[in-house]
């Protein structure tokens, strides 16, 4: 099985591939909110809707864990979650790994259209 970093390389250069440049981890986010909301990325939105994007994109990438549960969606489709276990790390170092390992889990899946 390959390592870590070489499978995040993987999937860093993956999107550079397929987005031109290679995103930060707050556009990986953004870009994982707006698939799950479902709505095209050329719509505007407000500064609260970008973080609100990022939000549901912790919330998916960390429901893959069991941390998060889906509840549905509000009346503009919006998709809420409640957390069911509460996420143990320790450090910005071990956050931003787990955020990896579930973003290279998401891209593994294919699920960006």
């Known amino acids: 099985m390959e390592n870590f970093e070489q499978r995040w390389l993987d999937t860093e250069n993956n999107l550079s ?16 909110g707006v698939n799950e ?10 500064k609260e809707q970008k973080q609100d ?15 998060y549960e889906a ?11 409640v957390e069911v276990a509460h996420v143990e ?9 787990l ?3 579930c973003v290279i889990r998401y891209f593994d899946n294919d699920v960006i259209a």
Do not use: N
């Open 53 to 67: 994007l990022m939000h549901i994109a912790v919330c998916t990438l960390l429901s893959q864990l069991g941390y």
């Open 89 to 97: 790390v320790k450090g910005l170092g071990e956050q931003e790994r």
């Open 37 to 46: 909301l479902g709505r095209l990325p050329r719509v505007k939105f407000s």
């Open 71 to 81: 509840l549905g969606r509000d009346e503009d489709g919006w998709p809420h979650f």
């Open 17 to 32: 591939a397929r987005f031109g440049k290679t995103p930060d981890m707050e556009a990986i986010l953004f870009l994982i």
């Open 99 to 101: 955020l990896k390992e």
